[in-house]
């Protein structure tokens, strides 16, 4: 059915993003930032009412986090993000003793990529079965070494025997241009590309208002498109909504 779907709309190329599309980032971002804010807890505080103030502090990230998705702000860094919150919800106490912290939790953030979803792993490997696929690629706003790390991580992990990525480190992420110089490069149509990714604007709005027809947006946190209707998407456009990659699997 699936294969039956790309061979019905001309889909020959799909691009994905990777950070929670591909990747659980979300999963390995709260992990690290839950021990620093801990840490810090423990640290400054001596562990009272640390229950509370942990979630303090998750929900002021939270918070931070929601805007930033929708509106496709680039995230900033781990230890900047995990230090801007704790200062913005207890400022005036934060001091030498959190560069300890920080170091202690995030040094080797970077170094290692998050888990793949079993969805996207037999999806991946699906794609590679079909004749009609030529082009899979990934489409993100990670720094470049770490976009590596997670290419490489991919590819020893799934059947795909290639996987060229491309980062992009604009502050408004993956804008027409900056999608229009992928294409390009890899000799493709926008119109023969589907788009698959989380984050409704630097995903699916961006990548559209790039001439791309078809897009699936993996929408894990239950919002709607007339969610977005500052971003409204082109007559032509034709977008698919699921709630993971394994609904993909089910089409």
Request: hydrophobic fraction near 40%; include cysteine.
């Amino acid at each position: 059915m699936l294969e039956k779907l790309f061979a019905n709309n001309n889909i020959s190329s799909i691009g994905f993003d990777l950070d929670n599309t591909l990747l659980d980032t979300d999963s390995y971002y709260i992990k690290v930032k839950d021990a620093v804010f801990k840490d810090f807890v423990d640290t400054y505080f001596d562990g009272e009412d640390s229950e509370a103030m942990i979630k303090k502090l998750g929900n002021t990230a939270s918070a931070r986090y929601k805007y930033r998705h929708k509106h496709g702000l680039k995230p900033p860094l781990i230890p900047d993000e995990c230090y801007t919150t704790i200062s913005e919800t207890f400022p005036d106490i934060v001091d030498d003793r959190m560069d300890a912290i920080l170091e202690a939790h995030t040094k080797d953030f970077y170094d290692k990529s998050p888990d793949l979803y079993p969805g996207a792993i037999k999806f991946l490997d699906l794609l590679t079965e079909m004749d009609n696929v030529k082009h899979i690629f990934g489409a993100t706003d990670a720094q470049d070494d770490w976009s590596r790390i997670k290419a490489e991580y991919i590819l020893a992990n799934t059947k795909l025997g290639k996987f060229p990525y491309f980062s992009t480190d604009l502050k408004v992420r993956k804008n027409p241009e900056w999608w229009l110089s992928i294409f390009s490069n890899l000799n493709i149509k926008p119109e023969d590309i589907l788009i698959i990714g989380d984050n409704y604007y630097a995903d699916v709005y961006s990548s559209l208002l790039a001439g791309v027809k078809h897009a699936i947006w993996v929408n894990r946190h239950g919002g709607r498109i007339e969610d977005f209707n500052e971003y409204p998407l082109p007559k032509y456009a034709e977008v698919l909504v699921v709630g993971s990659i394994d609904e993909i699997l089910k089409l």
